[in-house]
T-cell receptor, first 113, second 113 residues
Framework: EDKVVQSPLSLVVHEGDTVTLNCSYEVTNFRSLLWYKQEKKAPTFLFMLTSSGIEKKSGRLSSILDKKELFSILNITATQTGDSAVYLCAVEAGSSNTGKLIFGQGTTLQVKP | NAGVMQNPRHLVRRRGQEARLRCSPMKGHSHVYWYRQLPEEGLKFMVYLQKENIIDESGMPKERFSAEFPKEGPSILRIQQVVRGDSAAYFC???????????FGSGTRLTVV
């Protein structure tokens, strides 16, 4: 059965800290890995990764994929209280291009002032 | 562009009643996905629809749940004879083509009392 596992499940840091969120997966016919940020409502898209070793960057957030070891990390540097949210990792997999995503449990990040 | 619109935002139903959740995709999007998020869990895929067709319903419970996406109007997720275990957040997402990154709605939080 396809599965996506995130760690840690929750994390508390102080403003200015750097955090690393982990996502490992076991799926058949991997297509892409996506990161979302969820703040009490709609998950909002952060990154989509399809190739190993190529870092995607957006401001203080960055992410990279390792298709050999089957994991991805999401880094947030110089954290701010506005980064507090649930971060979701999802994998699109399967032989047909349906867009169906398999989500991990999420990592709840709390950034204290 | 109003994005993916879901209504109602909150829905309270007594056990045994029916729940109808609506999702209007983004303009121009013909692919709709429904996900369910139970407390402390990640999003779980339920069903993938295109206009007038169910493409993948592998995540739908076998009984009481149904979904449609008619030629005109929003997609509907219908839950008959609701039970307490149906209490969850139900998210809809839409995309222009299946398999491309998609946009989530803000969800409907169903509470069964």
């Amino acid at each position: 059965e396809d599965k996506v596992v995130q760690s840690p499940l929750s994390l508390v840091v102080h403003e200015g800290d750097t955090v690393t969120l982990n996502c490992s997966y076991e799926v058949t016919n991997f297509r892409s890995l996506l990161w979302y940020k969820q703040e009490k409502k709609a998950p909002t898209f952060l990154f989509m990764l399809t190739s190993s070793g190529i870092e995607k960057k957006s401001g203080r957030l960055s992410s990279i994929l390792d298709k050999k070891e089957l994991f991805s990390i999401l880094n947030i540097t110089a954290t701010q209280t506005g980064d507090s949210a649930v971060y979701l990792c999802a994998v699109e997999a399967g032989s047909s291009n349906t867009g169906k995503l398999i989500f991990g449990q999420g990592t709840t990040l709390q950034v204290k002032p | 562009n109003a994005g993916v619109m879901q209504n109602p935002r909150h829905l309270v139903r007594r056990r045994g009643q029916e729940a109808r959740l609506r999702c209007s995709p983004m303009k121009g999007h013909s692919h709709v996905y429904w996900y369910r998020q139970l407390p402390e869990e990640g999003l779980k895929f339920m069903v993938y629809l295109q206009k007038e067709n169910i493409i993948d319903e592998s995540g739908m419970p076998k009984e009481r749940f149904s979904a449609e996406f008619p030629k005109e109007g929003p997609s509907i997720l219908r839950i008959q004879q609701v039970v307490r275990g149906d209490s969850a957040a139900y998210f809809c997402a839409s995309s222009w083509t299946g398999g491309e990154g998609y946009t989530f709605g803000s969800g409907t939080r169903l509470t069964v009392v």
